[in-house]
């Protein structure tokens, strides 16, 4: 099965850069589009990355989403860290075999 | 401005069907492109994909509970339903709506939580 790993949870501090990967299990990671969702605690996913780099409005500059086929994965760099931005991050692609989207297992950000 | 509200029991015992309603407001469901997915999270747990419906009607499930599910559209009141059939308490969960659009944007739900409990 597709399957899209993210490391369980890194952390940074205020004003440094963070960036978490999401690897694709097998398939090209560049063959669909990958989204990128923010969870506060408590709180509803929003988007923050769709199609691989777009940045919705209202989501800052400091995010950005990358796409590496050598390594068959995705990026999230989160520049300029806040303690505002500690959440959970999931990456999510789609395996067009079988019509299936899949999420990545999430990423805990810490800002400390 | 696109929003997406969930709506459906709150509570159901186990065995028992539930039946999730999502309502869309500023996206209408005949719209090229729009696609709207299901997706739940148990307490503590990373989100699952569950189900989408897309504009013109085709409808992709989930392999692990594909048995069990059943999305539909209505395209004239905008809304999308899941049905779960055979509830037990493993799917107790805050079930999200999420639609994504033409330009490729995903707006999500605030999503609305689900407890099996006899």
């Known amino acids: 099965n597709f399957m899209l790993t993210q490391p369980h949870s890194v952390s940074e501090s205020p004003g440094k850069t963070v960036t978490i990967s999401c690897t694709a299990s097998?398939?090209?990671?560049?063959?669909?589009?990958v989204q990128w969702y923010q969870q506060r605690p408590g709180c509803a996913p929003t988007t923050v990355i769709y199609?691989?780099?777009?940045?919705p409005s209202g989501v800052p500059d400091r995010f950005s989403g990358s796409i590496d086929g050598s390594s068959n994965s995705a990026s999230l760099t989160i520049s300029g860290l806040q303690t505002e931005d500690e959440a959970d991050y999931y990456c999510q692609s789609y395996d067009s075999r079988i019509h299936v989207e899949v999420f990545g297992g999430g990423t805990k950000l810490t800002v400390l | 401005q696109v929003t997406l509200k969930e709506s459906g029991p709150a509570l159901v015992k186990p065995t028992q069907t539930l039946t999730l309603t999502c309502t869309l407001s500023?996206?209408?469901?005949?719209?090229?492109?729009?696609?709207v997915k299901w997706i739940r999270q148990p307490p503590g747990k990373a989100l699952e994909w569950l189900a989408r419906?897309?504009?013109?009607?085709?409808?992709f499930y989930g392999p692990s509970l594909k048995t069990r599910l059943t999305i539909s559209k209505d395209t004239s009141g905008n809304q999308v339903a899941l049905t779960m059939t055979n509830m037990g308490p493993s799917d107790t969960a805050k079930y999200y709506c999420?639609?994504?659009?033409?330009?490729?944007?995903?707006?999500w739900g605030l999503g609305t939580l689900v407890t099996v409990s006899s």
């Open positions: 500023g996206l209408s469901l005949s719209t090229s492109e729009v696609r």
């Open positions: 419906v897309d504009w013109d009607g085709d409808t």
């Open positions: 199609e691989d780099n777009q940045r």
């Open positions: 999420a639609a994504a659009v033409t330009n490729g944007m995903v707006y």
């Open positions: 097998d398939g090209s990671i560049a063959s669909n589009y």
